[in-house]
């Protein structure tokens, strides 16, 4: 039978030496055992399968559905969504936002990136080379008196990050874009998670497109236009008009077919390839075909919140005798512990639709675990609702203690440059160009 996680429970876990919380939560997906999932594709349209050695010694084919990265921009995620629905009131989150504001095309196009979704958390250089406004002055965030605390961070002194972005001390920060480059403050993940697919079975990749027009590919080759017009697409079948080089007509694609253009119907039929890439199944008479998905027989999520990685950090405070140091740091690393229990608890609230057709359902609660010894595995149950009020109960105390902890959004404006190399990056976009990295 599991307990109500309290504050006082909470915070008794972090004094004590125990190891960390963990959540083990297994799925199904949501069509049912059988149903085809789709995990992530990386680079050449590889997938990350792996074996496993599970207790007792068994060794399963598995293949990663969502990785640590992906888990922890989704728990952000859900923060965001939940102090956009201010849960967090009246302390409410430390925040760090810009907005980039232009127009592309005669379209106005308003962006924001947060301190919660930007790649590198409060040390992204998106920030770094935006402005805020200070004593009637703009200069740059990493120049003012906010952007300054990330110059001299480190485990030993997080207040000030502590004030200013907590997230980067529970789910890491690598400041590799500030003034110190690589020498930049470094802290380790303290909350990490992940989702693999067990007993993964590869699938194929079948393909099809109905044409109701019945454009056949001998209806003629599709050149590229040689000059663009708002009322004419791209191609033209009149090869007097098309790009030339080296006075060679230029055709659509590789060959001119309808299909490069995207029109005409492809018969049904499994998908092939036509190289030996890693995303490829090879048939027993030498045939090619595209990787598709993979049935399991279960999905498991586990989510760690490491206690040992939170007390590393040390949270010093001016003036301060020891004793209230020592309250400090508690409170402080209480303070994290709650948001990593509230993030990811928030992030389940919101289900697991990780991607198209692979959407995950649980068979289970979700039960966390305090690990507070060798075999010593006491259970706790933290619904969101709770999740909220254990945060803001922290939080409250942590100010009570003298740390810091921003109320109101940090407002940032884009420089000059920055917005001119954004809006002219769109400006490509909707133009149809190749983009890069």
Known sequence: ?????????????????????????????????????????YEGGKYATEKRVLKGGEVVDCVLLDSVQSQANRMESALLDAWEA???????????????EFEVKGVKKTI??????????????????????????????????????????????ATGLFGLCPTALLFGLWDSAGPRGGLGAKFQRAVVSEIVGMNAQLGKTTGGKVDHLNILKSAGDLFQRHKQSDSLP?????KSLAREKDGAALKIGKEGKPSEANLGGVTPDFAYAKDNRNNIIRESDGTLRIKGGFTIGKAVQ?????????????????????????????????????????????AREEGTDLRSRCQLVPTGSFVWELLNGPGKETPFDLSAENAVRLLNDAVHEAVT?????????????????????????????????????
Not at 6 to 33: D, M, N
Not at 234 to 238: A, G, H, S
Not at 417 to 435: F, K, M, N, Q, T
């Open 1 to 41: 039978m599991s307990e109500a996680l309290t504050l006082e429970k909470l915070k008794q876990a972090v004094i004590s030496s125990a190891a960390a919380f963990r959540c083990v939560t297994e799925y199904q997906p949501a069509g049912g055992p059988g149903d085809k999932v789709f995990p992530p594709t």
């Open 302 to 346: 586990t989510t760690v919140l490491s206690l040992t990685a939170l007390r590393r950090l040390r949270f010093p405070l001016q003036d301060k005798k020891d004793v209230e140091l020592a309250t400090a740091n508690q409170a402080a690393r209480t303070v994290l512990a709650a948001l990593g229990l509230c993030a990811a608890t928030l």
């Open 401 to 437: 203690a003298g740390l810091p902890w921003e109320k109101k959004v940090i407002e940032l404006t884009p420089s000059p440059d920055l917005l001119a190399l954004v809006r002219r990056s769109h400006e490509i976009a909707a133009d149809g160009e190749e983009g890069d990295e």
């Open 86 to 100: 201010e849960r967090f009131e009246p302390h409410s989150l430390p925040m760090v936002q810009v907005k980039f």
């Open 234 to 238: 791209k191609w033209t079948l009149d």
């Open 112 to 157: 924001r990136v947060t301190s919660l979704d930007a790649p590198h958390r409060v040390a992204d250089a998106l920030f770094r080379d935006s402005l805020r406004e200070e004593d009637g002055q703009k200069v740059l965030f990493r120049k003012s008196s906010k952007g300054r605390v990330l110059d001299s961070t480190d485990l030993r002194n």
